[in-house]
């Protein structure tokens, strides 16, 4: 088991892109949840879904920022015209089907936004 | 909402000597416990939760409910202890999603 997956490790976009980036759960876990840390800040929450559903997006900003977990294929947090506050390590983390609240975590993608 | 509080950014302590790094949450019901760790170069993994009290690497923690604390203790740190500590919180009505720390960056000295 090749753990959580994130790609890219690093995404730079100039103010006004956008930003995707994606995540590959462990296998046979059906739950994913984003978070994100700003400099010199501890993780935030900021999304969590099982398969084709968001179950929580509290921590997430209203505008400019979405995401999806479709049936195939990885989660995806996408940010539209990015903007310098933006930049920040985005870590996804996967836990099983079972409902165990263990959350295992991908190595992150860091945004820095020009 | 819940919310967990690291005090201390920097830890800095000798190989040998114990070292304990606090960790205090509010939240008025029966959360979960865990301490993250992030080595070098390496992804968050989980340290330790709660509900298992068990020992990892010689590190200890135990929740204090009356004192809504759960402080990570290890009686003699090592060089490879040098890494960032997170504690977390989660609440299964919330989806299980992490409650953070602001994280604590322990090195260890020779």
């Known amino acids: 088991n090749a753990g959580v997956m994130q790609n890219p490790r690093h995404l730079v976009r100039r103010r006004g892109q956008e930003a995707r980036l994606r995540c590959s759960p462990m296998?046979?876990?059906?739950?994913v949840y984003w978070y994100r840390q700003l400099p010199e800040e501890g993780l935030k929450f900021m999304v969590y879904l099982q398969k084709e559903n968001i179950i929580d997006e509290s921590g997430m900003p209203k505008e400019r920022f979405s995401a999806e977990f479709p049936k195939e294929g990885p989660s995806i947090l996408r940010i539209q015209q990015v903007v310098r506050g933006d930049s920040a390590a985005y870590f996804c983390?996967?836990?099983?089907?079972?409902?165990?609240?263990?959350?295992?975590f991908g190595p992150g993608t860091r945004l820095t936004v020009l | 909402a819940q919310r967990v509080t690291q005090p201390e950014k920097l830890l800095s302590v000798f190989k040998g000597a114990p070292v304990e790094l606090k960790c205090n949450y509010s939240y008025s019901g029966s959360p979960e416990l865990f301490w993250y760790v992030q080595y070098s170069r390496q992804r968050l993994q989980l340290l330790l939760r709660?509900?298992s009290r068990e020992s990892i690497k010689g590190f200890t923690a135990d929740l204090n409910k009356g004192e809504t604390s759960f402080h990570l203790k290890k009686p003699f740190a090592q060089e490879e202890d040098s890494a960032m500590y997170y504690c977390?919180?989660?609440?299964?009505?919330?989806?299980?999603?992490?409650?953070f720390g602001g994280g604590t960056r322990v090195l260890v000295k020779p």
């Open positions: 709660h509900i």
């Open positions: 296998k046979g876990h059906s739950h």
């Open positions: 983390a996967s836990s099983p089907v079972s409902g165990r609240d263990e959350q295992f």
């Open positions: 977390a919180l989660s609440v299964k009505a919330a989806g299980n999603k992490l409650t």
